[in-house]
Each structure stands twice: as C-alpha cells, then as structure tokens.
C-alpha cells in the first residue's frame, strides 16, 4: 500500500465519501507476513513509495515464485533482481502481465496506479558492450521506480572521442549511472564534464588484474572528480534507487 493510496483513503474519510470501518478494514492487512521461508514487508511501499524487492540468486525459483505472486497482489508493482532462467520461466507463467528481461536478469510487474515521475532524465552510460547486464538491470529498475532513463553505450576512454560527441546527453542529464569494468576510468571522466550528482557503478568485467572487478572499484572511490559516488561491484539496481532518490526528492 503505496502512501498516495492511504492519503486519498483519508481524504475520503474526511469529506465523508468513505466510511471509516472500511479504510480501517484496508489498512488492517498485516505489514509482514511470514512464510516458512521468507518474512516479506507488506509496508515497504507505504514508507518508501514501492515494494519489497525480491534478489533472486540464492532462492529456488518456487521461493521467488511464492514471494513474487504475494507481493503482486497488493497492486503496488513489483521488481525481482538477479532471476536465473528457471525462475523466470515460472513467473512467467504465474504473474499475467509480467515483464521479463534476460539481459538485465528481472521481472517487473507495473503498479496499478502508476508512481509519480521523478526529476528530468537519468542517463546510463556504459564504458563498454560487456557492462550491459549490470546496466540493463540498473535501466529496468529505473522504470519500475518511475524515472525516464536514456542510454548511452559504449563510450569508454579507450575511445574518449565517443563519450565526447554525447555531449549534449550528458549535459541534460539530472543524474548520470556509469558503468564500468576494467580500469574503471570512465566514471572520473564523466564526473569532470557534467554538473549532474554521477554514480560510479564498478562491474566484474575484466582480464585477472581486474581482481573481479575490485581494480575498477578501488579506481572509482579514489576518482579525483567531485561529485563521483560510488556503489558495490555489479549492484546496478542500488545505483537506480540512489539516482531515483536524487531526482524524487527534488519533484
């Protein structure tokens, strides 16, 4: 129950269209609920304006399944990150109207009511075409929080002259997610053209240098640029809830 939804519930009550039994009767749902297995936070989407998401590695496709199918039925949306192939095909068949997304490995269900707009555009940029996993699922993440994200792709600094020619994108942008493996370079790159809060996302992408994409991580937090935040290896979906937050709070 998203906090829009309680606020006309109340404002209902106040000009008399609703009877009081009945809002109490909706807000009377238990705010967890547990199963064998899992205990899920029916509230989150009241104090942080969308659900509990489900991480999907590490749970059996029937756990995310059970999980998923209880969320959806509040109406409020739902998004689950890091879904193998199996548990994708079984929400598939379990949720109508389910989005599934095999690059970014999630599954989006929209809200009923659809969540207020944030501020301007979050571009994602990726330094190369092997970073598009974590990117994608950075992307998806921000359509289900309801930002509008635009794209730029492969643009690292072995090719500096890319990035530069999507001047104007990055310009525009009220928030910039980078993407980067290997060396992890592009991030300070960006942070020094752009006036927009960026957010460096390190990926495993890489030669055994790389350290798995530690090098890339170590590289962004020591980034000479202001303004450069810096998320965990390959958590694209932090870096959009960061972003969202950033261009939510300024509505």
Same mark, same amino acid.
């Given at each position: 129950?998203?906090?829009?939804?309680?606020?006309?519930?109340?404002?209902?009550?106040?000009?008399?269209?609703?009877?009081?039994?009945?809002?109490?009767?909706?807000?009377?749902?238990?705010?967890?609920?547990?199963?064998?297995?899992?205990?899920?936070?029916?509230?989150?989407?009241?104090?942080?304006?969308?659900?509990?998401?489900?991480?999907?590695?590490?749970?059996?496709?029937?756990?995310?399944?059970?999980?998923?199918? #209880?969320?959806? +039925? =509040? !109406?409020?949306? %739902?998004?689950?990150?890091?879904?193998?192939?199996?548990? &994708?095909?079984?929400? *598939? @068949?379990?949720?109508?109207?389910?989005?599934?997304?095999?690059?970014?490995?999630?599954?989006?269900?929209?809200?009923?009511?659809?969540?207020?707009?944030?501020?301007?555009?979050?571009?994602?940029?990726?330094?190369?075409?092997?970073?598009?996993?974590?990117?994608?699922?950075?992307?998806?993440?921000?359509?289900?929080?309801?930002?509008?994200?635009?794209?730029?792709?492969?643009?690292?600094?072995?090719?500096?002259? #890319?990035?530069? +020619? =999507? !001047?104007?994108? %990055?310009?525009?942008?009220?928030?910039?997610?980078?993407? &980067?493996?290997?060396? *992890? @370079?592009?991030?300070?790159?960006?942070?020094?053209?752009?006036?927009?809060?960026?957010?460096?996302?390190?990926?495993?992408?890489?030669?055994?240098?790389?350290?798995?994409?530690?090098?890339?991580?170590?590289?962004?937090?020591?980034?000479?640029?202001?303004?450069?935040?810096?998320?965990?290896?390959?958590?694209?979906?932090?870096?959009?809830?960061?972003?969202?937050?950033?261009?939510?709070?300024?509505?």
């Amino acid at each position: 129950m998203k906090r829009e939804h309680v606020r006309d519930l109340l404002q209902r009550v106040a000009d008399g269209s609703l009877d009081p039994e009945h809002v109490l009767g909706q807000l009377s749902f238990e705010p967890a609920e547990s199963l064998s297995f899992a205990t899920i936070d029916h509230h989150r989407a009241l104090r942080q304006g969308f659900p509990e998401v489900i991480y999907g590695a590490g749970k059996t496709p029937e756990q995310v399944r059970d999980i998923a199918v #209880r969320i959806a +039925a =509040r !109406g409020d949306g %739902l998004l689950v990150t890091r879904l193998d192939a199996d548990a &994708a095909d079984l929400l *598939g @068949a379990s949720i109508p109207g389910l989005e599934l997304n095999a690059l970014a490995r999630t599954a989006h269900l929209a809200a009923a009511t659809p969540r207020p707009p944030g501020r301007g555009t979050v571009l994602v940029v990726t330094a190369g075409t092997s970073d598009l996993p974590v990117a994608e699922e950075a992307a998806v993440t921000l359509n289900a929080l309801g930002d509008c994200v635009a794209r730029v792709t492969d643009v690292g600094v072995a090719g500096i002259h #890319r990035l530069l +020619a =999507r !001047g104007e994108d %990055l310009a525009r942008a009220a928030v910039v997610i980078v993407v &980067a493996g290997m060396d *992890g @370079a592009l991030p300070s790159v960006v942070g020094g053209l752009v006036r927009a809060p960026v957010i460096a996302v390190p990926t495993s992408v890489g030669y055994g240098a790389s350290f798995h994409g530690l090098a890339a991580l170590l590289t962004m937090l020591n980034s000479c640029a202001a303004g450069v935040t810096v998320v965990n290896i390959d958590n694209g979906f932090g870096a959009a809830v960061a972003a969202s937050r950033i261009t939510h709070s300024t509505a």
